[in-house]
């Protein structure tokens, strides 16, 4: 069997997982132990964030031709991968909070919503509040004037039933 034919599947391993993905960030991560890493790793899984090493000439392979190839400047070194299919920011958030705690791990970029972000960016992305925080403000800025309307409305009303 040809070696091509043995890399293929790991090829459509990468693409399957950013199929679909809203963030992706590439991270170095060389100089983690493996206490660091275990606990990156089980952090990144319960907020439902793949994570994984893969080899660099077959990340490339995955991403060409789609809108993360932009990221394959950034593939030299120890490469891991780590994206989100249901949140954005997630990824980004989670490793830089890591990367403050550990400096060994190193934030390369990455793609949020098709648009490539270096290290710098990601670390701005990271601090963006998730999609229901944002919502949750947003309704209740909308909210707050139609509540003291309100209270200004009934304080009319009873100083007119007291007259």
Do not use: W
């Amino acid at each position: 069997m040809a070696k091509v034919e043995l890399k293929q599947p790991v090829v459509d391993e990468i693409k399957a997982a950013l199929d679909g993905a809203k963030g992706v960030v590439l991270v170095d991560h060389r100089g983690l132990t493996v206490e660091q890493d275990t606990v990156l790793r089980k952090s990144l899984r319960e907020a439902g964030v793949s994570y994984k090493v893969y080899k660099n000439t077959l990340v490339k392979r995955a991403i060409k031709g789609t809108e993360f190839e932009s990221l394959t400047d950034l593939l030299e070194g120890p490469s891991a991968l780590a994206c989100c299919k249901a949140e954005a920011t997630l990824p980004a958030n989670i490793l830089c909070k890591f990367a403050k705690d550990n400096n060994k791990l190193e934030i390369k970029g990455g793609v949020v919503e098709g648009t490539y972000y270096d290290a710098k960016g990601i670390e701005v992305i990271a601090t963006i509040p998730s999609r229901e925080a944002l919502l949750a403000k947003f309704l209740g800025s909308i909210q707050s004037p139609i509540t003291n309307f309100a209270r200004v409305i009934k304080q009319i009303a009873e100083k007119q039933e007291e007259a």
